[in-house]
Structures are given as structure tokens and as C-alpha cells.
């Protein structure tokens, strides 16, 4: 089965690693998954991030205000909340979010950083499940190759945030796909 995957994370260079954010998994039948990290939730705002993470990510995520408020909140944000987490629960819940797939296929789009981000959860790439494939295929590479279309925005979509962008990337592969 295919899976989009989509990472919101900070780099600030050699000497700041790459930190994830957030990430989403889209799946080929549709099922979602979704998880804010909460070590980076809890530091929400501090100075280790860059501007344009405060201004282009950060500011997509839910605050604590917002947490204090949920009651009367948004479905979407009380949803939000339920999906921080800490870090060493992502791994499990990805686990079982894929389930017995003996051999997924994982799309990015612009995937780079989003597969070592991945890979991280897990360790390292040497520490990936049995069976599971040691890259990420990538949506802009197919589109290079075919000549570079501009490719469709997906409706609704909010940027930089990880569960959407994951959409769009399983929104433009099935564009794609119907084109070719």
C-alpha cells in the first residue's frame, strides 16, 4: 500500500539537528494519521526555532490558550490536542498504523528532510521494520521527469501543516496517475 507522508520539523543548521514538529500519514484507502510531538509543543515558541517555523508552522499547531478553551473549541482543534503526544509514543503508533503491511511504499513531496525526520522515529534508518523500504520515493522527482506541470492545489488546504500537506501529496500523486 502507498502512504503520504508529510513532516513539520526545525532546522536551524549544523549545530541544531533536525527536530520533528509534527507528522501525518496519508494512506492509499484513505486512513490518517496524525501526531504533534510533545517535547516540541511544550517548547512552543522558544528562540531554537527559526522565524519562518514560528510564522509558517508553529502558528498552524494549537496553543495552550487554546487548550484551556477546547469545550467550546473546534472539532478540528479538540481533535489537535488528542493527537500530542510524546515522541517515544510516535513510533508505536505508527506501528500500528501501518500494521501488518509487509512491504509499504512511501510518497513524499519535497521528501528529503521528511524521510530522515521519519527514519528518526525509529532511530535510524538501519532501524526501520522488517520489510520496510530504506528511502522515501519522491512526487517531485515524477514531475521533473514529465516535464515539470504545475501541479493542482488541493482545496481547504492549510500549508505547512503536516496532515494537509500529506493530503495534497496523496491529492496530486491520484492527478498524476489519472494524467499519465
Known sequence: MKYFIDTEFSEMGSNHPITLI????????GREFYAINDAWYSWFNKPSSSDWVKENVLSKLPTNADANMISGGSPRLAWEMSR?????LINPEIMAFIGN??????????ADYDWVVFCQIFGDMMHLPKGWPMYCRDLKQIVDEIGNPK????????????LYDARETKFRYDWLVRGI
Not at 509534527?22 to 484507502?29: F, K, L, N, P
Request: proline share 14%; net charge negative.
Open 101 to 110: 503491511d509487509p512491504k509499504p511504499e512511501f510518497w513524499g513531496y519535497y
Open 22 to 29: 509534527s507528522i501525518a500519514i496519508v494512506a492509499e484507502d
Open 151 to 162: 501541479l493542482p492545489d488541493m482545496p481547504n488546504c492549510i500549508e505547512h501543516h503536516a
Open 84 to 88: 500530542v503526544m510524546p515522541f517515544r
